[in-house]
Structures are given as structure tokens and as C-alpha cells.
């Protein structure tokens, strides 16, 4: 059978029509999880390298074979090559050795995957383990430039998490499933622009299939919410469908409704979402704690702090010493280099963005910076921290609105970001004299590509 699968930036699902209904797949209680995975053991760095006195024997071991050699080709005579050359190859030989040892270490880990730990429980153990790897949001990273070793490790999360819903919802539906139509954002946040998109498709078609499913095909996401709004229209019209997710905005420009399919005729994509929301909130709200704009220690290590999702960023972060920096920064910012520290700020950010969707103000406690410490955030606070983002959302909207020869009937608005209210009115204010329509934020774009793969079988099976 084949399901639908959302492999969101921040939350995962899946469903199939089953005998023409709607049946979500259940992660537990719920219908849909983090998409996270953690395991205990490290993934390597090739910047961990460090001359050990165990590597630093190795060295010597091959600076005296080389001199050996050098002496018997010279017969004797001078030896031709100083010792920092020879010093340099040595390290040279020594380094990727380690690299490779590393390398194999981390394919023998990933392979051991029955210890992994997936959605809220993944973040859960690795903050309680203080140790291991939690990868969050790996959809973020398939779009960047990647060496090797890491697309590898990257192709075996994904396929973890994807085979982690083809076994749950075999269970569930108690027949195998072998098919998906998985949702693809219209543009993958990239380093690599157009290239980064591809790169990401090829990721996860590697990963389904090793993840066992031999039919998969790809839906954009806006389309898939589409399908399901579509579905609700009795008359045709022309709709703007707008996506905002964790890690993407999608608007995609259809027909929909009567008996006719749906005809996508245009899509436009914004790589940004709610997890920039939670960086901003971190900047804004909890940064200036830590002494951002107050001690002589540059921007970028704040946002490197915040932008938890990108691991070369943390690693750097990591790295800072901040023994100088007086109290009561230095301390603080040497307790969010700890382990988890910056995955639990991020947290906190995002609870805090999401309360203020609804209440007024929000105290968010950071006693595991410093005892007692606690930010009291207020709604005008998280205006300025989502003005960033409102702008670029602005600025998306306004080159659809100039792009369309005449205005939708409708917008119709998807996504976990659209349940707050400053994104709601900056959509709404975009196309003021056009209905606002209100899908499931949540669950819109599973319920599309379950559609789908119903479809793509032929049969609502
Ligand atoms: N009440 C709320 N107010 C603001 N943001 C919210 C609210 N509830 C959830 N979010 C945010 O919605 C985002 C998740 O949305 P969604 O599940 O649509 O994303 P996704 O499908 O995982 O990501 P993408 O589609 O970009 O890959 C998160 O950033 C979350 O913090
Ligand atoms: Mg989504």
C-alpha cells in the first residue's frame, strides 16, 4: 500500500485513504512527531582532530621509516628533505588515518541504529544523557553543501526517521506498505541555490528506498495542502495557497474546486519559517542576557549560539573561550556551551513564540543558565524579534501579488508558523480585499499527499 508521508522541517506525519477516509498514522498518542533522532554515540568532525600523544607516536613512527628510506635511496649520503617536511607528511598520513578510523566508527554507529530515540523522546534523552547526538530538523540540512562522510551520516537519519514511519504505519494499516508520495518544499533551504534543492531530493529518494519503500514519488507541499482545500470547493476558482512551516514558506498559485483536478500553475518559495522565529526570539529576548550588545564579543557568535539547527554554527560557538569575559556574562555563556544548553534555549524560544500567540506576556525561566534567571517576554517584544521575518514574508508576497495577472479568489493559509497572529495579519494585509481561509495548520499538507498516493495507486486501498 502506499501512504502519504509530510517529512516536515519541525514535525513529521503520515496517512492514507483507507476504504476513501482519511486515517492519519499514530506516533504513539499523537499524529505527528518532532522530526528529531537521537543516538547515542558522536558523529565525527574532522575538526576534532587533535595530535594525541598516542597520534603524536604515530607521527614519529613514520617520520623514522621515512628517514630510513630517504637514507637507502641516498645510499648514505646527505638526506634530502627537512624535518618539517618530513613532520608534514607525517601529519599528513596520521590525520587521514583518523579521519578514516573516525569514518568507519561512524558507519558502524549509524548502523546500530536500534538505540536511536525519535521525536520529543530523542530530545528528551539526549538533554537527560548530556551526551550523544540529537539531530533536529535533519530536513534543514539536506539542502547545504556536504562533504561526503556527513551526506552519508545525513542519508542514514533520513532514512531512519522514514523507516521509522514505514514500520509504524505497516503496523497500524497491518498490511506492508511499499509506496509514499513524500511532500518536498518548492525550494529547500540551500547553500547551493537551485542545486541544493536536488541534492535534497536525492537524499531522500536514497534514503526511501533504503528505508524500504520501492515506489516514491514527490509532491510539492503547497500542492498537497491544495489537494485538500480543493476537495472542500463545489465551484472552480482560482486560489493562493500559502505554506508556513518550520523551515519553508510555499505559496503555490492554483484552480481548484468542482469536479475538475486541481491545475497548479505556479509556485514560489521563501526558505524561511518558524524555526527563524525561534532564532530571532533567542537574539532578541535571551541574547541580551548573555551580553550580547553589552560586552566586546562579536554579533556572530550570538547567532551562532541561536542557530541551533546548524551544527558547523554550534561547533563554533563551542569553541569560544569566554574564561575573560567578566560576571555575570562569562559564566552565562559558558553554561550554554555546555551539552544541550543551547538545544534547551532554543526550546525555551519556541515556547515562548508560541505562547505569545495567544497570551499577552510570557515568562521564560533559564535557570539552567543561572539559577533564578528568567526573561519576561511580552507580545510588542516578539514583534520586533519576528520583524525580520514579517519583512521577507512581505517581500515574498508582494512579488506574487505583481507576478499574477489578476487577484485569487482566495488565500488560503497552511502551516504550524500561520497560527500566529502578526503572520496571519501580514498575509492578510498583503491581499486585503481578498478571504482569508484558514486550513489545518497541522495536518493540510499530510492529508494532501495521502490523497495522492491513493492516486498514485489507482485504488483507494
Ligand atoms: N501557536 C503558534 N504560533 C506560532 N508558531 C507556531 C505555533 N504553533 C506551532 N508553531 C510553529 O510552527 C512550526 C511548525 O510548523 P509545521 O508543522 O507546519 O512545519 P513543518 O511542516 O515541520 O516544516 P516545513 O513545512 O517548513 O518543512 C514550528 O516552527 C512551530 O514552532
Ligand atoms: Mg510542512
Not at 351 to 362: C, G, V
Not at 393 to 415: I, K, M, N, Q
Amino acid at each position: 500500500m502506499h501512504i502519504g508521508i509530510d517529512f516536515g522541517t519541525s514535525y513529521s506525519a503520515a496517512a492514507a485513504i483507507i476504504g476513501g477516509k482519511l486515517t492519519l498514522v499514530r506516533f504513539g498518542e499523537a499524529e505527528q512527531f518532532r522530526t528529531a533522532v537521537y543516538f547515542p554515540e558522536l558523529v565525527p568532525d574532522p575538526n576534532d582532530f587533535e595530535l594525541t600523544p598516542e597520534l603524536e607516536a604515530q607521527m614519529e613512527a613514520h617520520m623514522r621509516s621515512a628517514r630510513l628510506a630517504l637514507r637507502r635511496q641516498t645510499a648514505g649520503g646527505e638526506v634530502s628533505r627537512s624535518d618539517q617536511e618530513l613532520r608534514r607528511d607525517a601529519l599528513r598520513v596520521v590525520r587521514r588515518q583518523w579521519m578514516e578510523e573516525q569514518a568507519r566508527a561512524a558507519t558502524a554507529s549509524v548502523a546500530s541504529f536500534q538505540h536511536a530515540l525519535f521525536g520529543e523522546e530523542a530530545v528528551e534523552g539526549y538533554l537527560e544523557s548530556g551526551g550523544g547526538n540529537l539531530i533536529e530538523s535533519p530536513k534543514s540540512m539536506f539542502g547545504y553543501r556536504l562533504d561526503p562522510q556527513v551526506r552519508k551520516v545525513i542519508v542514514h537519519i533520513a532514512t531512519h526517521i522514514l523507516e521509522h514511519i514505514r514500520l509504524t504505519a505497516s503496523r497500524q494499516f497491518g498490511e506492508p506498505v511499499r509506496g509514499a508520495v513524500i511532500g518536498r518544499p518548492v525550494e529547500f533551504r540551500s547553500s547551493m541555490g537551485a542545486a541544493g534543492s536536488e541534492q535534497a531530493i536525492e537524499i531522500l529518494r536514497e534514503a526511501a528506498a533504503a528505508a524500504g519503500f520501492d515506489e516514491v514519488s514527490f509532491l510539492e507541499e503547497p500542492a498537497a495542502a491544495a489537494m485538500h482545500y480543493h476537495k472542500s470547493l463545489s465551484d472552480r476558482q482560482h486560489a493562493l495557497i500559502v505554506d508556513i512551516g518550520g523551515g519553508t514558506t510555499d505559496v503555490t498559485h492554483a484552480e481548484l474546486g468542482g469536479i475538475a483536478s486541481p491545475l497548479i500553475a505556479r509556485n514560489w518559495g521563501l526558505p524561511k519559517g518558524g524555526t527563524d522565529l525561534d532564532v530571532g526570539v533567542s537574539l532578541h529576548h535571551f541574547m541580551p542576557l548573555m551580553g550580547k550588545d553589552i560586552v566586546r564579543i562579536p554579533q556572530h557568535q550570538f547567532v551562532e549560539a541561536a542557530s541551533v539547527h546548524n551544527l558547523p554554527k554550534q561547533r563554533e560557538f563551542r569553541k569560544q573561550n569566554y574564561r575573560l569575559i567578566a560576571a555575570p556574562y562569562g559564566p552565562r555563556l559558558r553554561a550554554l556551551q555546555e551539552l544541550g544548553a543551547t538545544t534547551r534555549l532554543n526550546q525555551t524560544a519556541e515556547r515562548t513564540k508560541i505562547s505569545l500567540s495567544s497570551e499577552a506576556s510570557h515568562r521564560a525561566p533559564l535557570d539552567f543558565i543561572e539559577p533564578g534567571l528568567a526573561v519576561n517576554a511580552t507580545r510588542e517584544d516578539l514583534d520586533t524579534a519576528m520583524e525580520p521575518f514579517l519583512a521577507l514574508l512581505e517581500r515574498t508576497l508582494t512579488g506574487v501579488r505583481g507576478d499574477l495577472a489578476a487577484l485569487p479568489e482566495s488565500v488560503f493559509l497552511t502551516g504550524g508558523t500561520s497560527r500566529s497572529p502578526q503572520v496571519k495579519a501580514r498575509v492578510q494585509a498583503c491581499f486585503p480585499e481578498v478571504p482569508l481561509v484558514h486550513g489545518d495548520p497541522s495536518l493540510g499538507v499530510v492529508s494532501g499527499l495521502a490523497v495522492a498516493a491513493s492516486e498514485a495507486v489507482g485504488v483507494a486501498s
